[in-house]
Nanobody, 132 residues
């Protein structure tokens, strides 16, 4: 069972920085895309940034120049460095990953070092609060 776990959130004042981490675990064969999303109180979830397996990144307009997404494939970890934080950045931040599992062979393995199904997974979310 694939899981994504976020860490590094908390309380920071305006202009401060936070570094979020997302660790993927489970019977993982490969990770294609990883990304960060956020949801402010009373608003819909929105994209923050994404990074693919070629380290190509994309950012929402509000994140450009302030946030940096990166990944460590050996550690199966994605990071979001957030600088110059604003009060408007407050919300719950979610990690997402397009992940391919190892092939499941039931009693004959059961988990082979071969590619299985690919699906999108989500972390539980972590609170980021920026004080005015």
């Amino acid at each position: 069972q694939v899981q994504l776990v976020e860490s590094g959130g908390g309380l920071v004042q305006t202009g401060g920085s936070l570094r979020l981490s997302c660790v993927a675990s489970g019977n993982i064969f490969s990770i294609k895309d990883m990304g960060w999303y956020r949801q402010a109180p009373g608003k819909q979830r929105e994209l923050v940034a994404t990074i693919n397996d070629d380290d190509v990144t994309k950012y929402s307009e509000f994140a450009k120049g302030r946030f940096t997404i990166s990944r460590d494939n050996a550690k199966k970890t994605c990071y979001l460095q957030m600088n110059s934080l604003k009060f408007e950045d407050t919300g719950v931040y979610y990690c997402s990953g397009l992940i391919r599992e190892k092939q499941y062979n039931g009693d004959f393995g059961p988990w082979a070092a071969l590619p299985g199904p690919e699906d999108t997974y989500w972390g539980q979310g972590i609170q980021v609060t920026v004080s005015p």
